[in-house]
Structures are given as structure tokens and as C-alpha cells.
């Protein structure tokens, strides 16, 4: 049988992957592999260094954490965070790692549930905001017309610029070379 210290501590790494898991900068990092081909790896990793962070440190402030993820952040997924979460995020954490030192785990198993509720009610958002291919609607028609139009009038479109001349353009490795024009 677990010990209620061994227990505190499994409540607290599932309330730290709740936390990192529902975290928008974390997850747009993760999807757009900013941390290489290994990046839901590293997020995963994430999860046991913070945890670790707070077991190996004593009396940990919310600007600690804030510090650290920034770090992590920055050093595994060339991240700059500015858009405030990291606050949030380490309040949060630091609330769960209070909690479950105090034995309260009931309020950081509903906090978990919370978090798990709002991080799929935000792919079910996303997933409706996400554009239909097949559109037939009028609007979409017209504009397409539009557009069609306005391409297909070279008098109205105005002079054509020529493409520049291609002196040695492609360079070994399949790079192509941008010069600025003279």
C-alpha cells in the first residue's frame, strides 16, 4: 500500500501534467514542433523536471517556477514566453504542490478534472473553427469571381514587374540564394 507521501506525490505529477497539459503556449510549442522531431518528448520530460524541481527544493516561490519554466521553455522549445501565462501556470502549480503537501488531494483532483474539461472544450473549439474545404455558399462564390475577375484583366492589374535574371540562384544543399535588387 502506497504511503499518503508516496500518494501526495503521484497526485501532484498529475496535477503538473494537467497544468502543462492545458497550457497553450506548452501545446502550440509541442504541435508546431518548436522543440525538433522530440518535442511531445520533451513535453512529457517537462512534467518530471518540474516536478523534481519542487521536490528537490524547499519553500519554492511562484517567481522560482516562473523562472524555470521559462528556462525550460527557452531551452528545449526557443520559446520566449510574454503573453503572461507563465504566472498563471506557476501559481497554479504552486497551489497543487500546497495542496498536496497538506493533504488536500480532493481540491487537486477537481482542479484536475477542471483543467482536463477545459482543454478538451478548447480542441472541440478549435476543431469547429477550423474552415470547410467544401463551401458552397454564395459569399465564397462571389469573392472566388471576384478574384477571378481581377487576375484575369491584365489592363487593370498594372505593369507586370519582370523576374529578376537567375545568375547563379541555387546554391549547393538546395538553398536559393536571395540577393537584394540593384
Keep these: 500500500m502506497a504511503t499518503p507521501r508516496e500518494e501526495a506525490r503521484g497526485l501532484f505529477r498529475k496535477g503538473v501534467e494537467a497544468?502543462?497539459?492545458s497550457w497553450p503556449v506548452l501545446q502550440i510549442a509541442v504541435e508546431n514542433g518548436f522543440g525538433g522531431a522530440y518535442s511531445q518528448e520533451k513535453a512529457e520530460?517537462?512534467?518530471g523536471a518540474v516536478e523534481q524541481y519542487f521536490q528537490s527544493n524547499a519553500?519554492?516561490?511562484p517567481e522560482e517556477i516562473?523562472?524555470?519554466l521559462a528556462e525550460l521553455m527557452n531551452n528545449e522549445f526557443d520559446t520566449m514566453i510574454e503573453d503572461g501565462s507563465l504566472v498563471q501556470v506557476s501559481q497554479q502549480l504552486c497551489l497543487f504542490f500546497s495542496?498536496?503537501?497538506q493533504g488536500d488531494g480532493a481540491a487537486v483532483h477537481e482542479a484536475i478534472?477542471?483543467?482536463?474539461?477545459?482543454?478538451q472544450e478548447a480542441k472541440?473549439?478549435?476543431a469547429?473553427?477550423?474552415p470547410v474545404e467544401e463551401s458552397s455558399s454564395e459569399e465564397d462564390q462571389e469573392t472566388e469571381e471576384e478574384a477571378m475577375d481581377c487576375s484575369a484583366s491584365p489592363s487593370m492589374s498594372g505593369p507586370q514587374p519582370s523576374p529578376p535574371p537567375s545568375s547563379d540562384a541555387d546554391v549547393e544543399d538546395g538553398w536559393t540564394l536571395v540577393r537584394k535588387k540593384k
Design 45 to 47: 520530460w517537462m512534467v
Design 124 to 126: 472541440v473549439a478549435a
Design 59 to 61: 519553500d519554492l516561490e
Design 113 to 119: 478534472v477542471q483543467l482536463a474539461q477545459k482543454k
Design 19 to 21: 497544468v502543462l497539459g
Design 66 to 68: 516562473e523562472d524555470f
Design 99 to 101: 495542496q498536496c503537501q
Design 128 to 130: 469547429k473553427s477550423k
